[in-house]
């Protein structure tokens, strides 16, 4: 069920009980700043979710209220996990939903990271 982005942040979503080591993850990548793990649905052959470690419900929350060293964390974060994966020469591909007509989910800050394959277009039509 996508959620509204401008919701307050809820501490029992699934990312905070990840961030907080009640619920497994997969993790590929961890620092002071973000934590990548293997999505549970992957949709692509690599398909990861880098989030920040801050309580931040979406890309309009982080951008809007994040210190400029958590969204410089965050952001060089998500390019060292694509360097990490080997997947800057075939390329790849960052998506953030963000509210409803997003579609987003989880209401904690995510960056979709996909690739391993040709992603075709960018939306389906
Ligand atoms: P979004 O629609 O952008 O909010 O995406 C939420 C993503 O979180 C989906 O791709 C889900 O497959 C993924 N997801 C939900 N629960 C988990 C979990 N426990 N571990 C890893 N990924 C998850």
Same mark, same amino acid.
């Given at each position: @069920?996508?959620?509204?982005? &401008?919701?307050?942040? *809820? *501490? $029992? #979503?699934?990312?905070?009980?990840?961030?907080?080591? !009640? =619920?497994?993850?997969? &993790?590929?990548?961890?620092? !002071?700043?973000?934590?990548?793990?293997?999505?549970? &649905?992957?949709?692509?052959? /690599?398909?990861? =979710? /880098?989030?920040?470690?801050?309580?931040? %419900?979406?890309?309009?929350?982080?951008?809007?209220?994040?210190?400029?060293?958590?969204?410089?964390?965050?952001?060089?974060?998500? $390019?060292? %996990?694509?360097?990490?994966? $080997?997947?800057?020469?075939?390329?790849?591909?960052?998506?953030? #939903? /963000?509210?409803?007509?997003?579609?987003?989910? /989880?209401?904690?800050?995510?960056?979709?990271?996909? $690739?391993?394959?040709? =992603?075709?277009? @960018? =939306?389906?039509?």
């Amino acid at each position: @069920m996508p959620i509204d982005a &401008t919701q307050p942040y *809820d *501490d $029992g #979503n699934i990312f905070a009980r990840i961030l907080r080591g !009640e =619920l497994p993850s997969t &993790t590929v990548y961890d620092d !002071e700043h973000a934590l990548a793990f293997h999505d549970i &649905t992957a949709q692509a052959p /690599v398909h990861i =979710l /880098v989030i920040p470690k801050g309580r931040y %419900v979406s890309w309009d929350d982080f951008s809007a209220r994040a210190t400029t060293e958590e969204i410089a964390g965050f952001v060089r974060a998500v $390019g060292r %996990v694509a360097r990490d994966l $080997g997947l800057v020469a075939p390329g790849y591909r960052l998506l953030a #939903n /963000v509210g409803s007509h997003g579609g987003q989910e /989880v209401p904690h800050l995510h960056v979709h990271l996909f $690739g391993g394959r040709s =992603l075709g277009p @960018m =939306l389906a039509r």
